[in-house]
Nanobody, 124 residues
Framework: QVQLVESGGGLVQAGGSLRLSCASSGRTFSMHAMGWFRQAPGKEREFVARISSRDLRTYYAYSVTGRFRISRDNAKSTVYLQMNSLKAEDTAVYYC?????????????????WGQGTQVTVSA
């Protein structure tokens, strides 16, 4: 069982930065690909970024490429999302998720474990 807890959300002005963290209590963190998703009010949940478990390959949604960076520290069982140059349209609840295996794609049904989410609000 993998339990995930996000932190680091908050209110920031457009152009600012935030760093989200997602800590896992499970012993198998290093075996799972990890992803970040977000859901804005009235919209469906969407993929943001993912990172594989071993070779640390990353992949980003087009809307955040060049502004966001996903990373992980397997020794700390934590995955991070550094968000720079934030825009009002980045406002959403951000969720981290653990994939079924070492590699996972961008579809949320490829992820078995989810955190409770953390709110990010970007003021224009």
């Amino acid at each position: 069982q993998v339990q995930l807890v996000e932190s680091g959300g908050g209110l920031v002005q457009a152009g600012g930065s935030l760093r989200l963290s997602c800590a896992s209590s499970g012993r198998t963190f290093s075996m799972h690909a990890m992803g970040w998703f977000r859901q804005a009010p009235g919209k469906e949940r969407e993929f943001v970024a993912r990172i594989s478990s071993r070779d640390l390959r990353t992949y980003y949604a087009y809307s955040v490429t060049g502004r966001f960076r996903i990373s992980r520290d397997n020794a700390k069982s934590t995955v991070y999302l550094q968000m720079n140059s934030l825009k009002a349209e980045d406002t959403a609840v951000y969720y981290c998720a653990a994939g079924r295996g070492a590699v996972a794609g961008s579809e949320f049904d490829e992820y078995d474990y989810w955190g409770q989410g953390t709110q990010v609000t970007v003021s224009a």
